[in-house]
């Protein structure tokens, strides 16, 4: 038998660092790593090395993809525990490398500067076009790879009758409330001046919704005390997947139809496309 019909294969570190962590917890990344190896038998010599570049587009040496290979399984563990649901391996690997290439350039920034210097939170993702240029990017990854891409579109209600004086402040803590319920690799970016977009690669629907009914009431929860805010911020929400035939425009326009449907019935919600 060969080692795809048998579903084991003979090489070091096949049963330690993909079968235990993998074949019980984690069954779609399991086979997909499976039918990876299985397709390119003549690469058995370095199986990590071709895992990593067929997952993420990352190449090197084998030595190091197995050492990557293990802190992203232990990345992956840290993710799920905080998000309360299975995270791909995919996902995991991407959101490893991604936070690595921050830490880097933040390292960077620190010498080139000769200290870090702290930008406002808002300013940070309200650039004209960065949500639909990071859509585009991610409709083309979700279709290459044929994974579920989702969004929400969240909306700060009554934020016009919200003082001058605090509406800055009402912006900068809805933005550290979203940015610690969302991964590194999901995109918060803002979509107008009382909007914004939380782009979540590898996510359905369903896990989309979950995420936008917390955020909800994290965000009513946790502004009930700001100063000039009288029982808190609410948020109105529309979350939607993208659809084979979606164009990032097409998509924000649904996600955005969807949301003032919503708030002409009652604020305060979550609506799904």
Same mark, same amino acid.
């Given at each position: 038998?060969?080692?795809?019909?048998?579903?084991?294969?003979?090489?070091?570190?096949?049963?330690?660092?993909?079968?235990?962590?993998?074949?019980?917890?984690?069954?779609?990344?399991?086979?997909?790593?499976?039918?990876?190896?299985?397709?390119?038998?003549?690469?058995?010599?370095?199986?990590? %090395?071709?895992?990593?570049?067929?997952?993420?587009?990352?190449?090197?040496?084998?030595?190091?993809?197995?050492?990557?290979?293990?802190?992203?399984?232990?990345?992956?563990?840290?993710?799920?525990?905080?998000?309360?649901?299975?995270?791909?391996?995919? @996902?995991?690997?991407?959101?490893?490398?991604?936070?690595?290439?921050?830490?880097?350039?933040?390292?960077?920034? %620190?010498?080139?500067?000769?200290?870090?210097?702290?930008?406002?939170?808002?300013?940070?993702?309200?650039?004209?076009?960065?949500?639909?240029?990071?859509?585009?990017?991610?409709?083309?990854?979700?279709?290459?790879?044929?994974?579920?891409?989702?969004?929400?579109?969240?909306?700060?209600?009554?934020?016009?009758?919200?003082?001058?004086?605090?509406?800055?402040?009402?912006? @900068?803590?809805?933005?550290?409330?979203?940015?610690?319920?969302?991964?590194?690799?999901?995109?918060?970016?803002?979509?107008?001046?009382?909007?914004?977009?939380?782009?979540?690669?590898?996510?359905?629907?369903?896990?989309?919704?979950?995420?936008?009914?917390?955020?909800?009431?994290?965000?009513?929860?946790?502004?009930?005390?700001?100063?000039?805010?009288?029982?808190?911020?609410?948020?109105?929400?529309?979350?939607?997947?993208?659809?084979?035939?979606?164009?990032?425009?097409?998509?924000?326009?649904?996600?955005?139809?969807?949301?003032?449907?919503?708030?002409?019935?009652?604020?305060?919600?979550?609506?799904?496309?």
């Amino acid at each position: 038998m060969t080692p795809h019909q048998n579903n084991d294969f003979q090489f070091d570190g096949y049963r330690e660092l993909i079968c235990e962590p993998l074949q019980n917890s984690d069954i779609i990344s399991f086979k997909r790593i499976q039918k990876v190896i299985s397709d390119s038998p003549q690469q058995l010599q370095t199986p990590f %090395s071709l895992l990593l570049q067929r997952i993420c587009g990352k190449s090197m040496p084998e030595d190091i993809a197995r050492r990557k290979w293990r802190q992203i399984l232990n990345h992956k563990n840290d993710m799920e525990n905080k998000l309360q649901r299975n995270v791909g391996i995919q @996902t995991a690997a991407v959101d490893f490398f991604d936070i690595a290439v921050r830490s880097q350039a933040a390292q960077l920034f %620190s010498v080139s500067n000769g200290h870090a210097e702290k930008d406002d939170l808002v300013e940070q993702i309200s650039a004209p076009g960065f949500y639909l240029e990071k859509l585009k990017e991610e409709l083309r990854r979700s279709r290459r790879y044929k994974h579920a891409l989702s969004a929400i579109l969240i909306n700060v209600d009554h934020f016009k009758e919200i003082v001058p004086d605090a509406s800055n402040r009402v912006l @900068t803590g809805l933005v550290k409330i979203i940015k610690k319920a969302i991964r590194t690799v999901d995109i918060l970016a803002r979509y107008s001046e009382d909007k914004f977009v939380v782009i979540l690669p590898n996510t359905n629907k369903r896990e989309a919704l979950e995420l936008a009914e917390r955020l909800c009431k994290d965000i009513q929860g946790r502004t009930e005390r700001m100063a000039g805010i009288d029982g808190g911020i609410s948020v109105t929400s529309s979350v939607g997947q993208c659809e084979l035939e979606d164009s990032s425009v097409d998509f924000m326009r649904r996600l955005d139809n969807a949301l003032a449907r919503g708030r002409s019935g009652a604020c305060n919600g979550v609506y799904a496309l």
